[in-house]
């Protein structure tokens, strides 16, 4: 996995950022005046040592051109904190990276800028992720029956598909068609349906064209089962560019899924939003994730029948990592308390 173009375009983000911005960006009361760039560090890990809000690191990034490539950041890099007109920047200092092998303890640079958020939680969401449509679901090629009439199948076994379409690449992906995504703000019933969270089961190829056609399962990362969806194979590569930043306007969503069912949402967990491009909501999108106040009684002067709503609690952050028309995959960058289905999301106030 290469990890080189993680903020390429940054340098040019940053030189659209006003300074002006800073003022409002509030310092970790515990920061340092430096830091130095580690091997498992990423630029949000670092940002939160120095700032409150570490999503805001872009807008106050002191950019020193006499450094080729500024806008990435490598091990053994030193990061320190100053201030321009009472603002502070943050800038960077190239170190001289490396590493030591044993046992002749020779030093190698390395060639790799460090992430942005930790890639290896999101990998499998970029690299096949989907979000089907019911029509995706009903014009997908699908498996009828396995080898030797087998009710599930791994590695190495052969499967049979109808409906599939073998004009093009003859390389294929399964997939379990899992729970459907349901907004739960939507004011009518038909529009309650964003679509259904398409799992990767397996990667097959294509043996013999036909009705059926034959495919041999290369990679197995579930068992596959009659009636699995056969969808075209995505380009493994993925954009590891993420920009923190806010969206543009106001934008107000829900929490609608918990990717792997867990009852606790926190740190670095992946969740589904309930909205997408079509809201103007791009890869590197903070928002605020706020829980709603409970009804509670007044018990002193209502006598018991009086009700009041306690105001709405900030409860972390979150960054959208990978956005489709209605939905998004986010990922819990800060976990305040637990956090839970259907809390809502919002642009972040700064």
Known sequence: MHLKHIVCSLLLYISSASLMLAQAIDLNPDHPDSYTVVTADTLWDISSKFLSDPW??????????????????????????????GKPVLSLERGVPTIKLSPNKRATPIDQAIATIPLSVIEQFLIRPRV???????????????????????????????????SGSDLFSLYHIGDP????????????????EAIHVADVK?????????????YSKREALIGDRVLPREDSSFDQNFIPRAPDGDVTG?????????????????????VGEEDGIEAGHVM????????????????????????DEEVGTLMVFRPYEKVSYALIMKALRDIRLFDTVSTPEY
């Open 56 to 85: 805001l690191w872009p807008e106050i990034w002191h950019v020193n051109p006499a450094i080729k490539n500024p806008h990435l950041i490598y091990p053994g890099d030193v990061i320190r904190l100053g201030f321009i007109d």
């Open 132 to 166: 089907l449509s019911q029509e995706d679901i009903d014009n997908a090629a699908y498996i009828v029956a396995s080898e030797d009439g087998r009710l599930v199948s791994g590695a190495g076994s052969k499967l049979y598909a109808r409906e599939l379409d073998t």
């Open 181 to 196: 995504y349901i907004d739960p703000s939507a004011k009518k019933k038909k529009d309650a349906l964003l679509g259904y």
């Open 206 to 218: 294509l043996e013999r064209e036909g009705d059926p056609s034959t495919l041999l399962i290369t």
């Open 254 to 274: 829900q929490i609608i899924h918990v990717v792997d069912g867990v009852s606790r949402i926190g740190q670095y967990q992946v969740v589904v939003l309930n």
């Open 288 to 311: 605020t994730i706020s829980q709603a106040g409970a009804e509670v009684r007044d018990t002193i002067k209502g006598k018991g029948n009086e009700t009041i709503k306690l105001p």
